[in-house]
């Protein structure tokens, strides 16, 4: 493998026309081309050069992945995102625990022309309705696009197998980072998270109307943080539609309660499932979600390992859903395994949802930022085929804004907003007198029953204006998870109450959870939970220690590096 890192988009200008390029050294000895503005000559600066690289291969591309018509343009200094995978550069996967290759092949057909995509004018908007409210005459309408996609040739992009791979490859590690084989491309557990689902939604959407020849077709969504919508919608759950699947938790058909919180096994409390739902929406959407890093996930560009960190929303709601759905097995098929969730076409259903609380967000914010500037992030490429099976190259930087994409929700009402959980013991000094051991002495920690620490604060007693200059975050690192399980524990802030089943109220400080995927690896990461608003409504702004709870719920070996309290 060639040890460099190359940055880069590509686009079709001639080679002739583009800047000088110059190899940064980065840490561990990679290195980086970027484009210097500022240099005159045509020379090629290089530090730290592998021998045996070809520089050829450095301007064509790492050989000319890409094919002639496809030449290269550097991105500005520093600018790192991820390149779309090259599509030649996909394998199956292995299990790493048998050393086999995975039993499952998604990855897509071969394409010589690659166009990059333009959003296109648009006249008339794509109406997403709410699946529970949607007419008999729509139902028959997407029941028809889905048959219809079921029937196209195995090996057209557009096929429903097909369709359902893509999303198999790109979580799978099938696809090679470009420019170093030892990295995988993972579009979960990371900043991508939201637009890339919005991208595949985007097409799968556009095939299926265009299949129907409506090009006002948009998907419906499972609008499972509504109490009005937190049953499987009708459409789904009846056996003799295109859109039904057999490959689900028998349990969970109607007229069963989606539990936002589930954990691999039925709740406990099941009439409390319902204010569960909404105070976890609350803790989501709002409470925990108030630097764009914790909503969006974090930072993952060229050179980075693979799951960095989930945000609020995929880690809690979105993968609580996908297991609840998918059979009640270690596995989970279909929508509770990575590998097979866009078999079942109620995924699309999850996601509307998933991409129209992005919105939803985003309309909360008021005039806070919405979104990241960083151009690692807004620069990112992916492949997709399009409507008409043309492979084409999109960005990040064009999800902002679900209306300039085409495309629009049913108003339904937010009901959650309002549902800020309340403490269930409000008092100070909870963790001083606890007598549980500081965190120092206990990480790292297998995480194979439930473990109390010590957090020590390094500010207390913080004014309103420090508040709201920076969110204090507890962070937990170093979390270490097997990729072929279902994982999932729970934290608790100051709780005395030792039932970690009650979740609606304050001390819940949220959850890491992750789907299983097909091949098996250690997987690891980070979360970040924000407590500057639990800290106030346990009235404990004034103590020096928090007393930490975690709980193991579901998921084989479970470790965890380290935890502490951070301001950003
Ligand atoms: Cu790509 Cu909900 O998973």
Not at 41 to 66: A, Q, V, W
Not at 103 to 115: A, G, K, Q, W, Y
Not at 401 to 413: A, L, R, S
Request: glycine share 6%.
């Amino acid at each position: 493998m060639a040890a460099f890192l190359v940055s880069w988009s590509i686009v079709t200008t001639p080679l002739a026309k583009q800047s000088q390029f110059v190899l940064h050294e980065k840490r561990n000895n990679r290195l980086l081309v970027s484009c210097d503005q500022n240099q005159t000559d045509n020379k090629i600066s290089i530090e730290n050069f592998d021998e045996k690289f070809e520089r050829r291969n450095l301007l064509l591309g790492m050989g000319g992945l890409y094919g002639a018509s496809n030449l290269l343009s550097i991105s500005p200094a520093f600018a790192t995102p991820i390149a779309a995978p090259d599509f030649t550069k996909c394998s199956r996967g292995t299990n790493l625990n048998t050393g086999q290759p995975l039993d499952v092949n998604c990855c897509p057909p071969l394409s010589t022309e690659i166009i990059d995509y333009k959003l296109p004018p648009v006249t008339k908007m794509r109406f997403r309705p709410a699946a529970h409210l949607a007419t008999e005459e729509y139902i028959a309408k997407f029941e028809r696009a889905v048959e219809l996609m079921k029937s196209l040739p195995a090996d057209d992009p557009r096929n429903f197998m097909q369709q359902a791979n893509v999303h198999c490859a790109y979580c799978n590690l099938t696809y090679e980072q470009v420019g170093d084989s030892d990295l995988r491309i993972q579009i979960h557990n990371c900043w991508h998270f939201f637009p890339w689902h919005r991208w595949y939604l985007y097409f799968y959407e556009r095939i299926l109307g265009k299949l129907i020849d409506d090009h006002t077709f948009g998907l419906p969504f499972w609008n499972w943080d509504n109490p009005e919508g937190m049953v499987m919608p009708a459409m789904f759950s009846n056996s003799s539609s295109p859109l039904y699947n057999s490959r689900r938790n028998v349990n969970h058909l109607p007229p069963a309660t989606a539990d936002l919180a589930f954990s691999g096994k039925d709740a406990k409390h099941p009439s409390k499932i319902i204010p569960h739902n909404l105070t976890l929406m609350y803790r989501e959407m709002i409470r925990h979600a108030r630097h764009l890093e914790d909503f969006y996930g974090a930072k993952y560009s060229t050179g980075s390992k693979p799951n960095p960190g989930p945000g609020t929303v995929e880690r809690g709601s979105h993968t609580a859903m996908h297991s609840w759905v998918g059979e009640a097995t270690r596995t989970g098929e279909d929508m509770g395994n990575f590998y097979s969730t866009g078999r079942d076409t109620l995924f699309f259903g999850h996601h509307a949802n998933v991409d129209r609380l992005w919105t939803v967000w985003q309309d909360l914010r008021g005039s806070k930022s919405k979104h990241f500037t960083d151009t690692d992030w807004l620069n990112t490429n992916f492949l997709f085929y399009d409507e008409n099976a043309q492979l084409v190259r999109v960005k990040v930087a064009d999800t902002l804004d679900n209306i300039k994409m085409g495309y629009d929700f049913q108003k339904v009402d937010i009901p959650w907003q309002k549902n800020k959980p309340k403490a269930h013991v409000k008092k100070s000094k909870v963790a001083s007198t606890s007598g549980a051991p500081s965190a120092d002495s206990v990480f790292p920690v297998k995480l194979d029953k439930v473990v109390k620490v010590l957090v020590p604060r390094p500010q207390k007693s913080r004014s309103k204006k420090d508040k709201e200059n920076e969110e204090e975050l507890l962070t937990i690192e170093g979390i270490e998870v097997d990729s072929a399980e279902f994982v999932k524990f729970d934290v608790f802030v100051n709780d005395e109450d030792d039932d970690p089943y009650v979740l609606d109220k304050a001390e819940y400080a949220g959850c890491f959870s992750q789907l299983p995927h097909k091949n098996s690896s250690r997987v690891k990461t980070k979360i970040r939970l924000g407590l500057t608003e639990l800290l106030e409504d346990l009235d404990c702004e004034d103590d020096e220690y928090i007393l930490v709870t975690l709980v193991p719920k579901a998921g084989g070996e479970i470790s965890i590096g380290g935890i502490k309290i951070i301001y950003v």
